[in-house]
């Protein structure tokens, strides 16, 4: 199972800025175990971010986004108290949301 | 202790495709929805650009990339691009010498600034492209990244 | 691991006792017996490996004390060294630099994770500047740029370059015989490289046609 | 002593070891700054905060054969008091008699409060590999460092066996052995030494034995993972061609208390984010 995401939101005048953590491996599908075998690809593909139901971020990563990625972005019209949602969707299906409120 | 200021919830929800151990590795791969395969599987940046729909991308001061000169590691790179052109729709990271170019595309959004950061792998020294996407025409701006070997090597 | 014991005893012996004579507790058989209860042998590397050479006492002991080795236990100890020092019987001191650049990148070789057997590199960028086109080297050498150029040599097969092609094998050799106790590894004496792998990295450091000396 | 052979010194040779000389300070002095740029940008995003989460969650979750929590660990402060405990180890414990580092005390609270065998705990064990998850000891230390954020470092040398373990790490700092003849001293014994582009501390004197001190833990992105104090030293005999360290032994908690009685003022950082 996946951890949850480190979400920090913060207001300043009418720009809220947010940086994410994620937990996940980033596996390029390149890198080779210790016996020699080959590691499949497990990257995330699709992330995305949501402020009141609308959508504020929405990205498609590669195999070279590094492992426990981060993500910095801001947006207009967020305020102290709204919640931030992020999600992300792996290529092997797994995927997470996780809530972060506006500081 | 910034750890606190992060709110922790939201379930995790497993994908229909996990608890298949037994199926071979590439059956467990269903790429995500809207996710531009073409794109992030093509091994050149002219031939990415072309899966992504666009014309040839062309050099523009208004596309403002930040990258260190020297990365100490090329695990992780952070790289943040600025567009100042007006209608921006898309913001692009490319790794030019990277097995597969393309790092991660991000959608302007109405309300969201044509600004990102993230932090991106690295083979070796590449040039860096910011891109920026306004209509069907791609703009970027460029860098070299050295990635260096470190430590005591082995 | 090879060890050069026995060779300069007496020197070696004059040191241990001065040094001994100042040591404040805990006594070294407690640092050994508190090394041998800490490390586990692993693959290559055998807990033979904590056992000191006479040198690596006499080096230990000094830099401990803070106090560097007198010159006349130096100079012996150098003399002994240096008098040891085998040279290629066929005459020839370069071989391809190339190679000697592979080696001077690695930093592979006789750490417990690394196999038996595979060749091992020197690592020298690690710690010294060798050519212009590597800007990741250390400073615990000094720089090696230009290293044929700087000291003349433009055929390093002829008489003219010979003391300094020699002096160059006997360093790379073993390091304490020019300067005892400096932080160099002895890569002949020790094993290290083979006699075939420092004929790379002389060619390296004195092949006019290497990118050190062009 | 045979000296290097010293060639004519005519003017132009000199003029040209000038050049060369310059042409070294530039490119290092551009090339530390570049590097410190690289680093300052890695600041802001610490994967070690993930571990430091995880940790918190397993610190206060029943676990182990006798299904407890770590919440009646005594790290040094008295039950559950974790707020700047980290920044007085290694210390003299009389429950057990012996000095303990960070993961020495965590491993004992694993084994006698929550049931875990002693001969769990190794590096094998808890090191993580590559693509490994971090192991519980990885992510439990993160989050006592986190919890330790700006506590002055004050390793104390009051008991016996305390000044003990400093004198004796101080010996094994300075013991060359193996194949490259190689102690901590010789990367660690000077000032402004590097390897390749990395500084590297010299940890016998106090202000960067107390940055070194205090920025481990720390989230290496060259190796993916958050590693420990005794990971530290683990891999640096590794690289010193020594046999391998044990996890926990005697050793490695003489070098931590004379790395730390070093740093003693310093003010601690960790988990912190490294090459």
């Known amino acids: 199972m996946s951890d949850p995401m480190r979400i920090r939101a913060q207001a300043q005048g009418d720009k809220t800025t947010v940086r994410i953590l994620v937990s996940h491996e980033m596996e390029t599908g390149l890198r080779r175990d210790t016996a020699g075998k080959l590691v499949p690809a497990q990257f995330i593909q699709s992330i995305s971010a949501t402020h009141n139901g609308n959508t504020v971020m929405n990205a498609q990563w590669g195999t070279s986004v590094s492992k426990n990625p981060f993500v910095q972005f801001s947006f207009k019209g967020g305020k102290a108290g709204d919640k931030v949602a992020v999600t992300w969707v792996d290529n092997r299906g797994d995927k997470r949301t996780d809530e972060a409120v506006i500081a | ?154 | ?214 | ?275």
């Open chain 3, 1 to 214: 691991m090879r060890k050069s014991t026995g060779t300069f005893a007496k020197a070696a012996c004059a040191a241990t006792v001065f040094i001994a004579g100042c040591a404040s507790a805990p006594s070294a058989p407690d640092v050994l017996a508190t090394l041998k209860a800490s490390f586990s042998e692993r693959g290559i590397a055998k807990l033979d490996r904590l056992d000191q050479t006479d040198l690596q006492r006499i080096c230990s002991e000094a830099a401990a004390s803070g106090r560097p080795l007198d010159e006349k236990t130096r100079e012996s100890l150098q003399k002994a060294i240096y008098d040891k020092i085998p040279y290629p019987a066929d005459g020839k001191y370069l071989g391809d630099w190339r190679e000697g650049e592979k080696i001077a990148q690695s930093g592979r070789g006789l750490q417990f994770s690394d196999v038996a057997g595979a060749p091992n590199g020197a690592n020298c960028y690690a710690c010294h500047q060798i050519t212009p086109q590597e800007i990741s080297y250390g400073n615990q050498g000094p720089s090696l740029l230009k290293y044929g150029v700087l000291r003349g040599v433009k055929d390093p097969a002829s008489p003219a370059s010979e003391a300094v092609v020699k002096y160059t094998w006997g360093r790379i050799w073993n390091t304490h015989a020019f300067n005892a106790c400096n932080g160099m590894p002895r890569f002949g004496d020790a094993g290290i490289l083979t006699p075939a792998q420092i004929k790379d990295v002389m060619a390296l450091l004195l092949d006019p046609q290497s990118p050190v000396n062009r």
């Open chain 2, 1 to 154: 202790m910034e750890r606190r200021v992060f709110i922790q919830g939201g379930a995790a929800v497993l994908g229909a495709g996990m608890g298949a151990g037994l199926l071979p590795q590439d059956a467990l791969a269903q790429n995500a929805p809207g996710w531009t395969k073409a794109a992030f599987e093509s091994k050149t940046m002219a031939e990415a650009i072309k899966a992504l729909g666009a014309a040839p991308a062309t050099e523009s001061k208004d596309v403002l990339l930040q990258a260190p000169e020297i990365a100490e590691n090329g695990n992780v790179v952070r790289l943040s691009a600025v567009s100042n052109l007006p209608g921006t729709t898309q913001i692009g990271f490319v790794v030019e010498k990277n097995p597969f170019p393309l790092s991660a595309l991000f959608d302007v959004p109405a309300g969201t600034d044509p600004s990102f950061a993230v932090n991106v792998k690295m083979g070796q020294t590449s040039n860096v492209y910011a891109l920026a996407r306004v209509g069907d025409k791609l703009f970027y701006s460029v860098k070299e990244v050295k990635v260096t070997l470190g430590g005591c090597g082995g």
């Open chain 4, 1 to 275: 002593m045979k000296p290097e052979p010293v060639i004519a010194a005519v003017k132009w040779a000199w003029l040209a070891l000038l050049f060369v000389a310059c042409g070294v300070v530039a490119q290092t002095k551009s090339s530390a700054d570049a590097i410190a740029d690289y680093r300052a940008s890695l600041q802001d995003g610490n994967p070690a905060d993930l571990n430091a989460a995880r940790g918190e969650q397993l610190w206060k979750t029943p676990r182990g054969p006798k299904n407890a929590t770590l919440q009646a660990c005594d790290m040094g402060l008295g039950p559950g008091k974790v707020t700047g405990a980290v920044a007085v180890l290694p210390r003299y414990f009389a429950d057990t008699g012996r000095v303990m580092d960070v993961e020495s005390r965590l491993v004992y609270c694993m084994v006698t409060l929550q049931g875990f065998r002693t001969e769990d705990f190794s590096a094998a064990t808890v090191f993580s590999g590559e693509g490994q998850k971090a192991s519980a000891v990885e992510d439990i230390v993160a989050y006592l460092y986190d919890e330790s954020r700006d506590a002055v470092i004050n390793i104390p040398q009051q008991h016996p066996l305390e000044k003990q373990a400093y004198a004796r790490g101080r010996q094994i700092f300075y013991y060359k052995g193996g194949t490259h003849d190689f102690s901590c001293a010789s990367c660690h014994g000077e000032d402004g030494r590097r390897i390749r582009l990395q500084d590297l501390p010299n940890l016998t004197k106090q202000k960067p034995a107390q940055e070194a001190f205090s920025q481990w833990p720390a989230y290496r992105v060259s190796q993916g993972a958050l590693r420990t104090m005794q990971w530290r030293l683990y891999d640096c005999f590794r690289q010193q061609r020594f046999p391998e360290l044990q996890y926990l032994s005697p050793a490695s908690v003489d070098l931590i208390t004379f790395l730390g009685v070093n740093a003693n003022g310093g003010k601690m950082a960790a988990p912190a984010i490294k090459r």
